[in-house]
């Protein structure tokens, strides 16, 4: 099946171009989001978790998705793994086709490390591995995320990065 996701956002297109481009391609079903909150972003990952093999997302562009490159190539990286395509519309004639392959998970495999280990705040950037300011420890739904990204095959470290915290304090928290 060919599903559609367009966003009404100030950084896309705007809706009307989306829904004409997804329509032109013969989408089965269009998903409408709107401004991306955390719910809105849970919904979309919902929606998405389901697919797979035969099962193509139609896009105008991957802002459609509003989350940082980190996020974004492990949601890539886990749809293609499941077997489901990505094509990017946009304006251009020729379309992206983004298809199920070793090499292709493997890329998003490496981009997501990447940036998961990439500090967060200009004060991280400058010194690599070093936290400004003490941490409490983690909440206990940052424990259950890490448990679950632990489980999926993320490593301490990257999980670490995540939560900015070393990866024996994510051992302390995960480990039974």
Do not use: C, N
């Given at each position: 099946?060919r599903?559609g996701i367009?966003?009404?956002?100030a950084?896309?297109?705007p809706?009307i171009?989306?829904?004409r481009?997804l329509?032109?391609?013969?989408c089965d079903?269009?998903?409408e989001?709107?401004?991306?909150?955390?719910?809105?972003?849970?919904?979309?990952?919902?929606?998405?978790?389901?697919?797979?093999?035969?099962?193509?997302?139609?896009?105008h562009?991957l802002?459609?998705?509003?989350?940082?490159t980190?996020q974004?190539?492990?949601?890539l990286?886990?749809?293609?793994e499941?077997?489901?395509?990505l094509?990017?519309l946009?304006?251009?004639?020729e379309n992206a086709?983004?298809?199920?392959?070793?090499q292709a998970?493997?890329?998003l495999c490496?981009?997501?490390?990447?940036?998961i280990r990439?500090?967060?705040?200009?004060s991280?950037?400058a010194?690599p591995g070093?936290r400004?300011g003490?941490?409490?420890?983690?909440?206990k739904h940052?424990?259950?995320?890490?448990r679950k990204?632990?489980?999926?095959g993320?490593s301490?470290?990257?999980?670490g990065?995540?939560?900015?915290v070393?990866?024996n304090?994510?051992?302390?928290?995960i480990?039974?």
């Open positions: 099946m599903y367009l966003r009404d956002h950084s896309m297109p809706a171009v989306q829904r481009l329509k032109e391609a013969d079903v269009l998903l989001e709107g401004t991306p909150d955390a719910e809105a972003q849970r919904r979309l990952s919902r929606f998405l978790q389901p697919l797979g093999s035969g099962d193509e997302v139609l896009v562009g802002d459609v998705f509003q989350r940082p980190g974004l190539a492990k949601l990286r886990d749809l293609l499941r077997g489901a395509t094509r990017i946009g304006e251009a004639p086709l983004i298809e199920p392959s070793e998970v493997k890329l490496l981009l997501t490390e990447h940036e990439r500090a967060i705040h200009p991280h950037a010194s070093v400004s003490g941490h409490k420890g983690l909440t940052q424990i259950q995320h890490a990204l632990y489980k999926d993320s301490l470290r990257s999980i990065f995540l939560f900015q070393s990866p304090e994510v051992w302390k928290a480990g039974d």
